[in-house]
């Protein structure tokens, strides 16, 4: 199963770029044996300053054909990483090809994005900078593999 984060907002080089990078590599060296990855990140960006409704167009635009959707959002469910995992393995298991994580830009998600995907996750109660968000949900997707693997990453 292919993942793709796709979020609003360019990323600059920098070090949460550089963390992006290094998880996206470890679970993609990790999932390949887990028929999972590899991990690709799409950027979108509204130039045109239309709000959350054009970032959302954008983002369905981005999205790969029949990819199971997961908003990340504050008002999403809060899994523990095994959780996490778990789920993973199931669209998986469930012969989905694809698999898509999109983040909103500084506001957040629009409604209608948010109420049209499969699932909703939120990394807690508190607001994250969306672009923080990005490497939070790239070192979770590392995680998950390696606990899915069996690795010794996931102590808990």
Do not use: N
């Amino acid at each position: 199963m292919r993942l793709h984060i796709c979020a609003v907002g360019r990323l600059r080089a920098g070090p949460e770029q550089a963390l992006i990078q290094d998880y996206t590599t470890r679970f993609d060296r990790t999932g390949r044996a887990l028929a999972l990855g590899p991990l690709s990140l799409i950027e979108v960006e509204d130039r045109k300053g239309g709000g959350k409704a054009a970032e959302a167009r954008l983002l369905e635009r981005a999205l790969p054909a029949g990819a199971l959707v997961c908003a990340l959002d504050e008002r999403g469910k809060t899994l523990s990483s095994p959780d996490f995992a778990a789920m993973l393995a199931r669209w998986r298991d469930a012969g989905r090809s694809d698999a898509a994580f999109v983040i909103g830009g500084a506001d957040g998600l629009d409604p209608t994005l948010r109420d049209r995907a499969d699932a909703t996750l939120s990394f807690g109660k508190m607001v994250w900078p969306h672009m923080l968000v990005r490497v939070m949900l790239s070192e979770q997707l590392y995680r998950a593999a390696s606990i899915l693997a069996g690795g010794p990453y996931h102590r808990a």
